[in-house]
C-alpha cells in the first residue's frame, strides 16, 4: 500500500471546508484593503533564492527542494516573498502599476524535520506591499495581520514587533553582537558557534535557552539605530497604538532571512508550543534592487495555514451548510427527482440526493450525517397534489409547498 510522503499531508473533505473558508475570508479582507491576487509558479530557479534569503540561510543551506535539470537547477518555493518580487521586476510592474498591493495563497516547500506545525508541505497565505518606504504602510501591514486573524476568530495571539534599521544599522548590530558575545562563544550551541563566524546576526534567531540568555545579557536595546530608523519606528508604533493594535516591543525579534531591513514582527499563539509562530514579516526596502529592479521600498508577511489551524480548532465562523437534500420514493418520483435537482442547483442552491436508493429512514440518516439544512421528501401523495413535503433538519419541522413555489421557499429560509 502506497504512503504519502512524510512532511506531507492529505485534506480531507470534511477539512475543506474550514480551508475555504479561510481562504475566502482572507480574499475578503483583502479586498476591503485593495490588496490584488497574484499567483507565481511553485518552482524557481534556485538561484533567486540564494540571492534573496541568504547563502547562510538554514532554509537554503539545509531545506530546499532542488530539481536538478541538466545544466539547471531548480527549487520548489520555500517562501513566496522572492518569487512575487521576481514577477514584479519580469513583468515590469514597476512601469505599468508602480506601487503594487498584492496577495497570494498556496503550498511551500521545506526538506525540514517534520513536526507540529512543520510540514515539508506546508500553506501560506501572505502579502507583499511594493513601493512605499514610509512608516504608514508599515502600520496598515501589521494592522492587515491583526484584521485576517479576527476574520478568522482566532485569539490568544501576541504581535512582537522590532526595528533591524537600515543596511548600515545591521552592520552596526552586527559589530556589537560580535563584541559581546566573543567572550562567551564556546558556551552558545554550536549552530550558533557556525553562526558567529558566518551571520551573527542569526543567532538572535536561534530557540537554544542558553543562547537566548546569552544575548538577552548584552542589553543591546536599540543604540545601534540611526536617528531616521528610529524615527521611523516610532511613527510604527504611534500608528499602531492609534489604530488600537495591541502589540509588544521585542528587542531581540530578528527574522531568519538576510532580505529583512527596519520594521520586523511575528505573531506568535501559546497554543503551538515550541513552534509558536503563526505568522511573520517585514520591510525589505533592498530586495528589489538586489534582484535586478529599481531601488523600492517593500514590506510583507505569511501566515502558516496549517498552524491558523491548529490554533483555530477548526472553527468556523460561519455556518456553511445549506445542502438540500432530496429523497424520492417510488419509480414516478424518481422522475421528477432529477428534474427538481437540476432546477435548485441552477437557483445557487447545493442541492444532492440518495443514488443508493435506501429506504426512507436509512436516507434521513444519511441526511443528517452529511448536514443537510433541508430535506426534500417526494413520494405517491406529494405527486398527486404537485407538492414538495420539506423538512428544516435543524427543528424538525416539516411542512408543505407547491412544486412551482419551491425554490422561492428555499431561497427565502
Avoid at 79 to 95: P, Q, W
Avoid at 221 to 229: A, E, N, R, T, V
Avoid at 333 to 359: F, V
Wanted: hydrophobic share 35%; charged share 30%; proline share 3%.
Amino acid at each position: 500500500m502506497y504512503k504519502k510522503v512524510a512532511g506531507t499531508k492529505d485534506i480531507l473533505p470534511d477539512e475543506c471546508f474550514y480551508w475555504q473558508r479561510i481562504e475566502q475570508l482572507s480574499r475578503d479582507v483583502f479586498f476591503v484593503y485593495n490588496f490584488k491576487e497574484i499567483r507565481t509558479p511553485i518552482i524557481e530557479d534556485a538561484s533567486l533564492f540564494t540571492r534573496s534569503l541568504g547563502d547562510t540561510a538554514e532554509i537554503v543551506q539545509k531545506q530546499m527542494f532542488l530539481i536538478n535539470n541538466k545544466e539547471d537547477i531548480y527549487a520548489m518555493r520555500p517562501e513566496g516573498t522572492a518569487a512575487i518580487v521576481r514577477s514584479y521586476i519580469e513583468n515590469n510592474l514597476d512601469k505599468t502599476t508602480g506601487f503594487a498591493k498584492l496577495y497570494y495563497l498556496g503550498p511551500m516547500f521545506r526538506l525540514e524535520r517534520p513536526q507540529k506545525g512543520r510540514l515539508r508541505q506546508f500553506h501560506h497565505i501572505g502579502c507583499e506591499v511594493i513601493g512605499l518606504t514610509g512608516p504608514d504602510i508599515d502600520v496598515e501591514v501589521i494592522s492587515l495581520a491583526d484584521t485576517l486573524l479576527k476574520a478568522f476568530s482566532i485569539t490568544g495571539y501576541q504581535i512582537k514587533i522590532n526595528s533591524l534599521g537600515c543596511g548600515k544599522d545591521k552592520k552596526e548590530l552586527s559589530a556589537v553582537l560580535k563584541k559581546g558575545l566573543e567572550p562567551k562563544v564556546s558556551q552558545l550551541c554550536e549552530d550558533c558557534q557556525d553562526r558567529f563566524n558566518r551571520n551573527v546576526l542569526r543567532i538572535l534567531d536561534c530557540k537554544n535557552e542558553t543562547c537566548q540568555r546569552i544575548v538577552e545579557e548584552l542589553d543591546i536595546g536599540d543604540k545601534y539605530l540611526c536617528p531616521d530608523c528610529k524615527d521611523h519606528f516610532v511613527k510604527v508604533r504611534d500608528g499602531l497604538d492609534a489604530l488600537g493594535v495591541q502589540y509588544e516591543v521585542s528587542p531581540y525579534l530578528v527574522r531568519g532571512l538576510d532580505y529583512y531591513t527596519r520594521t520586523v514582527f511575528e505573531i506568535k499563539h501559546c497554543g503551538l508550543g515550541a513552534q509558536d509562530a503563526i505568522g511573520a514579516g517585514g520591510r525589505y526596502d533592498n530586495l528589489v534592487g538586489q534582484l535586478g529592479g529599481p531601488e523600492l521600498g517593500s514590506i510583507g508577511f505569511a501566515f502558516g495555514v496549517e498552524r491558523l489551524m491548529l490554533v483555530s480548532g477548526h472553527k468556523s465562523p460561519v455556518d456553511g451548510s445549506k445542502l438540500v437534500y432530496v429523497i424520492s420514493l417510488g419509480d414516478e418520483a424518481k422522475k421528477l427527482n432529477l428534474k427538481l435537482i437540476s432546477d435548485i442547483r441552477k437557483a445557487g442552491i447545493p442541492c444532492d440526493t440518495d443514488y443508493e436508493n435506501k429506504s426512507l429512514k436509512a436516507s434521513m440518516r444519511k441526511a443528517n450525517d452529511i448536514k443537510a439544512k433541508f430535506v426534500l421528501i417526494i413520494g405517491d401523495n406529494e405527486l398527486k397534489q404537485g407538492v414538495v413535503s420539506i423538512k428544516n433538519m435543524a427543528d424538525s419541522t416539516q411542512k408543505e409547498v407547491s412544486v412551482n413555489n419551491l425554490i422561492n421557499e428555499l431561497l427565502r429560509s
